[in-house]
């Protein structure tokens, strides 16, 4: 890896031509992520891409008519000071405001950079690209959001918010709030069961730990396993699944952990207000995502969790 300072000037136009290509390309990675669901920002990226597409070609115009025909490959990761950046076919489903938000620390990335490879050159030419190169990249910013202005009418940009929520509940929050819901609810049986059979704090938390932990990686797998996402549009099956197994643990563990108190009748107590918090939340949750009623949803969430726990206390009570 080479340092920014050693780089000679035809190498510094190089590594200019390589970097514009790959903002061009990342640009229209973008665009197209977008497109199906949030087809006015794509048409925005693909504007900005445009734009990188005739810095690159006028860099190398430069670099041909100072430097010949050969142009050689020379990449970020080739030279230290640049920030390592994630594969966009890795970060699939694309979040709309992390893109926005990458889109911006690029611009900014690309200006510092020709502001240092103006201060190495001492061609006039050369200088004079790159100072007018350092403008556009200062008014990109304000290009972007007259782009916005254009594609991005007041009513279409609600459409694509009400479409980035609706992806962020089908994605995130379902599967988060299936588990949190098995893991809560589901859980309280064995765990209460065995507090009233055993009287014993330490008996009690490890049938909710190993409860809570089974629940989980089998909610998990189940999830991730239901469909592929492709047509559903609920996202990457992996992803959705950890979500799904790790909320379903959490709800588990949740009123699993007052066991860890040793006085039996304060666990007890801990625990059971624990319940009426992680049912609760969950009440809000459905509220806030769902479209549920509040008290429709307590009530639905409340009368499940009842019936469990009723369960739990007559087995182990038995």
Same mark, same amino acid.
């Given at each position: 890896?080479?340092?920014?300072?050693?780089?000679?000037?035809?190498? $510094?136009?190089?590594?200019?031509?390589?970097?514009?290509?790959?903002?061009?390309?990342?640009?229209?990675?973008?665009?197209?992520?977008?497109?199906?669901?949030? #087809?006015?920002?794509?048409?925005?990226?693909?504007?900005?891409?445009?734009?990188?597409?005739?810095?690159?070609?006028?860099?190398?115009?430069?670099?041909?008519?100072?430097?010949?025909?050969?142009? #050689?490959? $020379?990449?970020?990761?080739?030279?230290?000071?640049?920030?390592?950046?994630?594969?966009?076919?890795?970060?699939? #489903?694309?979040?709309?405001?992390?893109?926005?938000?990458?889109?911006?620390?690029?611009?900014?990335?690309?200006?510092?950079?020709?502001?240092?490879?103006?201060?190495?050159?001492?061609?006039?030419?050369?200088?004079?690209?790159?100072?007018?190169?350092?403008?556009?990249?200062?008014?990109?910013?304000?290009?972007?959001?007259?782009?916005?202005?254009?594609?991005?009418?007041?009513?279409?940009?609600?459409?694509?918010?009400?479409?980035?929520? %609706?992806?962020?509940?089908?994605?995130?929050?379902?599967?988060?709030?299936?588990?949190?819901?098995?893991?809560?609810?589901?859980?309280?049986?064995?765990?209460?069961?065995?507090?009233?059979?055993?009287?014993?704090?330490?008996?009690?938390?490890?049938?909710?730990?190993?409860?809570? $932990?089974?629940?989980?990686?089998?909610?998990?797998?189940?999830?991730?396993?239901?469909?592929?996402?492709?047509?559903?549009?609920?996202?990457?099956?992996?992803?959705?699944?950890?979500?799904?197994?790790?909320?379903?643990?959490?709800?588990?563990?949740?009123?699993?952990?007052?066991?860890?108190?040793?006085?039996? %009748?304060?666990?007890?107590?801990?625990?059971? $207000?624990?319940?009426?918090?992680?049912?609760?939340?969950?009440?809000?949750?459905?509220?806030?995502?769902?479209?549920? #009623?509040?008290?429709?949803?307590?009530?639905?969430?409340?009368?499940?969790?009842?019936?469990?726990?009723?369960?739990?206390?007559?087995?182990?009570?038995?």
């Amino acid at each position: 890896m080479r340092s920014f300072d050693d780089l000679s000037e035809s190498e $510094i136009l190089a590594l200019a031509i390589s970097l514009e290509e790959e903002d061009e390309r990342i640009y229209s990675d973008y665009a197209e992520g977008l497109r199906t669901d949030f #087809p006015a920002s794509a048409a925005v990226f693909e504007g900005m891409r445009e734009e990188e597409s005739g810095h690159r070609r006028r860099l190398i115009e430069l670099f041909r008519l100072k430097f010949g025909e050969h142009i #050689p490959l $020379i990449r970020r990761q080739d030279v230290k000071g640049f920030i390592a950046r994630k594969p966009i076919w890795l970060m699939r #489903p694309l979040a709309l405001e992390h893109v926005r938000e990458q889109a911006s620390m690029m611009e900014v990335e690309s200006r510092q950079f020709y502001e240092r490879a103006v201060e190495r050159t001492h061609d006039a030419g050369t200088r004079q690209l790159l100072d007018d190169l350092i403008q556009e990249e200062r008014s990109h910013e304000q290009k972007a959001e007259a782009l916005e202005e254009d594609k991005l009418k007041p009513e279409i940009r609600l459409d694509e918010d009400e479409a980035n929520r %609706r992806l962020f509940v089908l994605q995130i929050v379902q599967p988060g709030l299936a588990g949190l819901m098995d893991g809560s609810v589901s859980t309280l049986a064995p765990v209460f069961a065995a507090a009233f059979a055993t009287h014993s704090s330490w008996d009690a938390f490890r049938v909710g730990l190993a409860a809570s $932990i089974g629940a989980g990686i089998s909610m998990g797998f189940a999830e991730a396993l239901s469909d592929d996402g492709s047509l559903t549009g609920r996202g990457h099956p992996w992803a959705r699944g950890g979500i799904c197994g790790l909320m379903t643990a959490l709800g588990g563990v949740g009123h699993t952990l007052p066991f860890l108190i040793p006085n039996f %009748r304060g666990a007890m107590t801990a625990a059971m $207000i624990v319940v009426v918090v992680e049912l609760g939340i969950i009440s809000w949750i459905r509220h806030k995502y769902m479209d549920s #009623p509040l008290f429709s949803a307590a009530v639905q969430v409340g009368l499940g969790g009842l019936l469990v726990f009723g369960a739990g206390v007559l087995i182990g009570s038995s």
